[in-house]
């Protein structure tokens, strides 16, 4: 079994359309890692999760998710499951967008807007734009906008298995106007892009990943992401008569 750690905030029940879409893409991500895995992927909702739990259903990875709210804005309470599982390592992990945000914050590093970015959110909560199924820039935002949106490809760095199957210029769905700020000692810079130059990140001696974009929002024309996310299984040693592909 794998987890798929669900990590939007609550107060996004207040808006039903939001709160529809990201539960939408939220199980859409549980059946994509499954179909990759061939194995069962559950959900756990972020105040949810505990080690204690993990060892009980015997989970052999953790993948955990992106969200539209900032991570200040997050009870730290709450966050004591997802930070704890980070801590110890002793889950093959790997986290995406905002994920890879709170590992980095976890190990010493920062993130914040990315550079020359004039994005404000109207929302005080979050300064991620809305996905493009939901809302396009208009010509004014895109100008004045510092960030990342739709298929874009990465610049890889150094070689990591990881990384198996990719060229030299993967691309990936992208969704952020944040970016980690500083890396920390413990980790290496794995892949770029112009305009965010930490995309994809390992630990040194720990299987714990990080990647800024959106690998599950593959499709037949963009495969990369599936690709990366079936390396992390398999460096997770579920073995490779399982992985799809």
Same mark, same amino acid.
């Given at each position: 079994?794998?987890? *798929?750690?669900?990590m939007?905030?609550?107060?996004?029940?207040?808006d039903?359309?939001?709160?529809?879409?990201?539960?939408?893409?939220?199980?859409?991500?549980?059946?994509r890692?499954?179909?990759?895995?061939?194995?069962?992927c559950?959900?756990?909702?972020?105040?949810?999760?505990t080690?204690?739990?993990?060892?009980?259903?015997?989970?052999?990875?953790?993948v955990?998710?992106?969200? *539209?709210?900032?991570?200040?804005? *997050?009870?730290?309470a709450d966050?004591?499951?997802?930070?704890?599982?980070?801590?110890?390592?002793?889950?093959?992990?790997i986290?995406?967008?905002?994920?890879?945000?709170?590992?980095?914050?976890? *190990?010493?590093?920062?993130?914040?807007p990315?550079?020359?970015?004039?994005f404000?959110?109207?929302?005080?909560?979050?300064?991620?734009?809305l996905?493009?199924?939901?809302m396009?820039?208009?010509?004014? &935002?895109?100008?004045?906008?510092?960030?990342?949106?739709?298929?874009?490809?990465?610049?890889?760095? &150094?070689q990591?298995?990881?990384?198996?199957?990719?060229?030299?210029?993967?691309?990936?769905? &992208?969704?952020?106007?944040?970016?980690?700020?500083?890396?920390?000692?413990?980790?290496?810079?794995?892949?770029g892009? &112009?305009?965010?130059?930490?995309?994809?990140?390992?630990?040194?001696?720990?299987?714990?990943?990080?990647?800024?974009?959106?690998?599950e929002?593959?499709?037949?024309?963009?495969?990369?992401?599936?690709?990366?996310?079936?390396?992390?299984?398999?460096?997770?040693?579920i073995?490779?008569s399982?992985?799809?592909?």
């Open positions: 079994m794998i987890v *798929y750690v669900d939007e905030h609550d107060r996004l029940r207040e039903k359309a939001l709160w529809q879409h990201f539960s939408t893409k939220t199980l859409e991500t549980k059946y890692l499954e179909e990759i895995v061939a194995t069962s559950l959900i756990v909702r972020y105040n949810r999760l080690p204690a739990l993990l060892r009980d259903l015997k989970v052999q990875a953790v955990v998710g992106g969200h *539209y709210t900032a991570l200040p804005h *997050y009870n730290e966050l004591a499951g997802v930070r704890t599982l980070l801590q110890e390592t002793a889950w093959p992990t986290g995406l967008c905002g994920g890879l945000q709170l590992i980095v914050q976890m *190990y010493g590093g920062t993130f914040g990315m550079n020359g970015s004039s404000k959110a109207d929302d005080p909560f979050t300064e991620t734009p996905p493009p199924d939901m396009a820039l208009t010509e004014a &935002q895109a100008q004045n906008t510092r960030q990342e949106q739709g298929f874009m490809p990465v610049r890889v760095m &150094q990591h298995p990881l990384l198996d199957g990719l060229g030299t210029e993967p691309v990936f769905f &992208q969704l952020h106007s944040w970016e980690v700020k500083s890396l920390p000692d413990a980790f290496q810079r794995l892949a892009s &112009q305009l965010c130059e930490v995309q994809i990140i390992a630990h040194k001696t720990a299987p714990l990943f990080g990647v800024q974009f959106h690998p929002r593959f499709d037949e024309d963009h495969p990369d992401g599936r690709t990366i996310l079936a390396n992390f299984f398999k460096i997770a040693q073995t490779s399982m992985i799809n592909g």
